[in-house]
């Protein structure tokens, strides 16, 4: 088997049920936030980065949400992976984009929803993932480095357990605003009532 075939394959082992790891967990800052930390509006998302809903919400009502809610500091965004099939493609992907670092996590992870069907559909995925993060100024050697986190692979899966646990998050996208469960990529406008409800 070779290495990175073998990488994401205890990411599979990991998803299919591994222990959790608690104490590892605290000490890798999982979750991403963009914009205030005082916004009086909390907004957590909980996608996959294999899910074409997703992809499709990064492309659409997010950018909206981000200049109309975030950057106006009325909310903030929480961004939370929650891995769907394939699930080694789908965890090693957000681990890169975790990797990458926090003031580069939200533009890494833009590219890997914007550029979804390319490198999913591509003849390595991983190869193409690596060719794609390298705008983001992210080596062969940093991803190769990354991919070996277990610790980080158990983390986005317990984060992943307890919004199942929390919100009862079963699909993706799934965006948790104020406390409200919202399924689904909606329109832009949509997410925009239910906000200013929220502001209320």
Known sequence: MKPLVRLFAIAVALYAGAASAADKVA???IDQVMGKADAPITIIEYASTTCGHCANLHKTALPKIKSEWVDTGKAKLIY???PTGPAALSIGASMIAHCSGKDR???VLGLIM???DKWMSAPNPLDALK???RLAGMTSDEVDACLQRQDLATAIQDRARDGAKSYNVEST???VINGKVVEGSLPYEQFDTILKAAAK
Do not use: A, I, M, W
Request: aromatic residues 22%.
């Open 131 to 133: 060719k794609l993060v």
């Open 80 to 82: 939370r992976d929650f």
């Open 114 to 116: 914007e550029q979804q």
């Open 173 to 175: 996208p799934t965006l």
């Open 27 to 29: 000490s890798f800052p």
């Open 105 to 107: 996590y939200f533009g």
